[in-house]
């Protein structure tokens, strides 16, 4: 069946620097692909998605590109801020069958 | 704009006792609705979809269960809490109709002593 690979975390970086969240999946056909962001003691909010191939999903300075011959949809963010310490899922969802990874926390020091 | 609310936020339960969330959705008709599970630490799991009113799919065999008594109402609930139940609960709701992504509610956190 369809799954989602995330790196293990946790992450911890210092304010500014590039954060990279590797996610790779294995699906038939088209899935979409999602990251979403959960901070703590809250529900998950989605980050930022993309639909089909070569589309990069963006929103509040993370990317993500949806990277069909690589099957992958890594996250990025140049210059990361105390305030994006959160746990990170990738997911994928192919005809209404959802799959998250893992998740991989993210720790940001000042 | 769509909102979705769940309650309790937090609930200590004993063992053996019942269980009854709620969660419900505004703004938008005909959702998919799903419950998830988060153990402390651990990723999602998917309890319950379902794509209509009395529709419920489950995926893992449980001694929870789910209903849908209303188009935008989701209940989930147990005649006896475990010690394993205890977690962190989720619902959320997609639009359907091909557009998928998921949006999430702000959890219900559960302790079983």
């Known amino acids: 069946g369809d799954s989602v690979t995330q790196m293990e975390g946790p992450v911890t970086l210092s304010e500014e620097a590039f954060l990279t969240i590797n996610c790779t999946y294995t699906a038939t056909g088209y899935p979409s692909l999602f990251w979403y962001v959960q901070y703590p003691g809250e529900g998950l909010q989605l980050l930022l998605k993309?639909?089909?191939?070569?589309d990069k999903g963006s929103n509040k300075g993370f990317e993500a590109t949806y990277r069909k011959e690589t099957t992958s949809f890594h996250l990025e963010k140049g210059s990361v801020q105390v305030s994006d310490s959160a746990v990170y899922f990738c997911?994928?969802?192919?005809?209404?069958?959802?799959?998250f990874g893992a998740g991989t926390r993210l720790t940001v020091k000042p | 704009s769509q909102t979705i609310h769940q309650w309790p936020a937090t609930l200590v339960q004993p063992v053996g006792s019942p269980l009854s969330l709620e969660c419900t959705v505004e703004g938008t008709s005909n959702p998919n609705l799903y419950w998830y599970r988060q153990a402390a630490g651990r990723g999602l799991q998917l309890l319950f979809y379902?794509?209509?009113?009395?529709?419920i799919s489950s995926e893992v065999p449980q001694n929870l269960s789910a209903s849908r008594p209303q188009d935008r109402q989701f209940i989930l609930s147990s005649k006896k809490l475990l010690l394993s139940d205890s977690g962190f609960y989720l619902c959320?709701?997609?639009?359907?109709?091909?557009?998928?992504?998921?949006?999430f509610g702000p959890g219900t956190r559960l302790t079983v002593t």
């Open positions: 997911a994928l969802d192919n005809n209404n069958d959802m799959r």
């Open positions: 993309a639909t089909k191939a070569d």
């Open positions: 379902s794509v209509g009113i009395g529709q």
């Open positions: 959320a709701w997609s639009p359907g109709h091909g557009s998928y992504e998921q949006y």
